[in-house]
């Protein structure tokens, strides 16, 4: 395969729900789509594993529309770079690939913002989506007792579904305060359909102890276990456990829309009503747009696809949809704001880049991403920035940048 040449005329990068949307909704042109995604399933981060198991309407059609061939599909497929207009180089377990494309769909999801604190860096402390992801892939916790701790639904979300699998959930540790919450159900009473799913999912983590305006400080090994020690109105409470799990908020994956030139605005690939970004042949939809959850990710992919194919007016239907869930991502964004406790969490020999062994009290010294960068390798290692560069935005308000080929680790052989 290596050496490999695919033209298409919809190419979409991403099989989550964004990008599941936009290819069933291109594929009604009769054009040529297809979808890379680097996993061996798609899904994303939401369905994997799961995907026609979950009874959505969405996954379904997807599903059906491959099984008629209307979409083709490259799994395991990483992109990592490009080598002329409109084409981009996949890194496969067979070689490099290039993908040829008259329109481009982005719809590379994000991934979780790690914060350091004392211990993050232990065995048994992990991202909570990660977790999530480990326990679909077949990772067993059953029996394991687990403290969810961090900010969002998404911490909800992932206690139920551990606890569906056999974990007992010592707690949910939500760092924004209970007024906020409170204020945010309230606001509910017109989405009906979000408060119901809300008010279902507590009741299935009945019996987890919730506390909110609380925040994690610190992990430390004992023995076999763990012990997270969590701050609330100024008191110390420990828990004892075998696996953290934390997640403060989602970061988009956009070093892709980045290298090609797409212009970018607070973080976030800019785009017009149609989902198109600066560039007029690259479109993108879901979370490298805007960190709004899967609905929103579901309607702004077929806005996409629909758009990718000049189907303006199918895409038009949709916009008033779009607006409801984008008001909907704001009331998230300002309930689960981190708080300013969170920025001293981190000690002076707490590594905050661990590929690299860079610790906050080295970096504390410096004035920029690039300084840092430059004079302590800080975001070099192989995850090239994606986990410390997002701490460093939170911590410094540095502005982590310069995005180059390859944007992933990549064989010799292949480039």
């Keep these: 395969m290596s050496g490999t040449t695919i033209t298409t005329d919809i190419l979409i990068i991403g099989g989550g729900p964004a990008g599941m949307a936009a290819a069933v909704a291109a594929s009604e042109s009769g054009r040529r789509v297809t979808i890379v995604d680097d996993n061996p399933r798609l899904g994303g981060q939401i369905w994997r594993a799961e995907l026609g198991k979950n009874g959505s309407p969405d996954a379904n059609k ?27 180089l996949a890194e496969t377990g067979a070689g490099t690939i290039t993908l040829g494309y008259n329109k481009l769909i982005v719809a590379t999801g994000a991934r979780e913002r790690f914060l350091a604190f004392p211990g993050w860096t232990l065995p048994g402390v992990f991202g909570a989506g990660g977790l999530q992801a480990l326990v679909k892939g077949g990772f067993d916790v059953s029996g394991k007792r687990i403290l969810v701790a961090g900010t969002g639904p998404l911490l909800l979300v992932v206690a139920e579904y551990l606890r569906s699998k056999g974990a007992q959930i010592a707690a949910i540790v939500e760092q924004a305060p209970v007024s906020k919450i409170i204020r945010f159900g309230l606001g509910l009473w017109n989405a009906p359909a ?13 019996g987890i102890p919730y506390p909110k305006g609380s925040w994690i400080k610190s992990v430390r090994k004992t023995g076999e276990m763990l012990t997270a020690a969590i701050s609330k109105g100024g008191r110390e409470r420990q828990f004892e456990c ?44 879901g979370e490298p747009t805007g960190i709004g959850g899967v609905e929103a990710a579901l309607i702004e992919g077929k806005i996409a696809g629909f758009a990718s194919t000049d189907e303006t007016r199918k895409a038009e239907a949709l916009f ?11 009331s998230l964004k300002a309930t689960f704001a981190l708080r300013n406790e969170l920025l001293t969490l981190a000690e002076a020999e707490t590594f905050v880049c661990r590929c690299e062994d860079v ?8 004035n920029s991403w690039r300084e840092a960068k430059l004079q302590t390798r800080c975001g070099m290692g192989p995850c090239q920035g994606r986990v410390c560069g997002a701490a460093c935005e939170f911590l410094f308000k540095w502005h982590v940048d310069s995005v180059r080929p390859p944007i992933f680790p990549v064989k010799l052989e292949n480039l």
Excluded: M, W
């Design 359 to 366: 610790t906050f009290g080295v970096l504390k010294d410096f």
């Design 242 to 285: 075998e696996y953290v799990a934390c997640g403060f908020h989602l970061v988009p994956n956009i070093e892709l829309p980045s290298l090609l030139g797409c212009s970018i605005v607070q973080g976030f690939v800019s785009v017009d009503e149609y989902q198109r970004s600066s560039i007029p042949t690259i479109l993108a939809a």
């Design 62 to 88: 997807l599903l059906a529309a491959l099984a008629e061939r209307r979409i083709d599909l490259i799994n395991n497929a990483q992109i990592f770079g490009t080598d002329r207009d409109r084409s981009l």
């Design 194 to 206: 979000k408060l119901a799913q809300g008010l279902e999912l507590r009741s299935r983590l009945a």
């Design 320 to 330: 008033a949809k779009r607006d409801r869930t984008s008001r909907f991502a704001e």
